[in-house]
C-alpha cells in the first residue's frame, strides 16, 4: 500500500508560479512512476504530467507544456509539480497518483493509487 499526501497548492495570480508536493509513505517510493492529475468543476478528470521511477523521462499534457514541470526526489519520497505562469483554466484539484505500470499512467491516464487532491486557484 502506497499513501500519498499533496500540498502547496492554494491561491495564485495569473502568471505566477507554486510548487505542488506530494510525499508518500509505504512501500518504496523509488518502484513507482509518480503522475499529476487535475479535475476541475463539472468536468472529467485529466491527465497532467508523469514521472517515470528513476525521474529519466517525464511526460506532459500539451496544455502544460513549457508551463509546468514535473520532477522527483526519491531520497525524500516525494514528486513534485512546479506550475509557473498558471492560467485560470489551471484552476483544479490537483491529484497525485502512483504506479508500477508506466503506461497505466500515462496512456490510459489511471494510477494504482491516489491522494487526496489540493486546490488549486488561479486569479485572472
Known amino acids: 500500500q502506497v499513501q500519498l499526501v499533496e500540498s502547496g497548492g492554494g491561491l495564485v495570480q495569473a502568471g505566477g508560479s507554486l510548487r505542488l508536493s506530494c510525499a508518500t509513505s509505504g512501500r518504496t517510493f523509488s518502484r513507482y512512476h509518480m503522475g499529476w492529475f487535475r479535475q476541475a468543476p463539472g468536468k472529467e478528470r485529466e491527465f497532467v504530467a508523469a514521472?517515470?521511477?528513476?525521474?529519466?523521462?517525464?511526460y506532459s499534457a500539451d496544455s502544460v507544456k513549457g508551463r509546468f514541470t514535473i520532477s522527483r526526489d526519491n531520497a525524500k519520497n516525494t514528486v513534485y509539480l512546479q506550475m509557473n505562469s498558471p492560467k485560470p483554466e489551471d484552476t483544479a484539484v490537483y491529484y497525485c497518483?502512483?504506479?508500477?505500470?508506466?503506461?497505466?499512467?500515462?496512456?490510459?491516464?489511471?494510477?494504482?493509487?491516489w491522494g487526496q487532491g489540493t486546490q488549486v486557484t488561479v486569479s485572472s
Open positions: 497518483s502512483a504506479d508500477t505500470l508506466w503506461s497505466r499512467i500515462t496512456l490510459t491516464k489511471n494510477g494504482e493509487y
Open positions: 514521472i517515470n521511477w528513476s525521474g529519466s523521462n517525464t
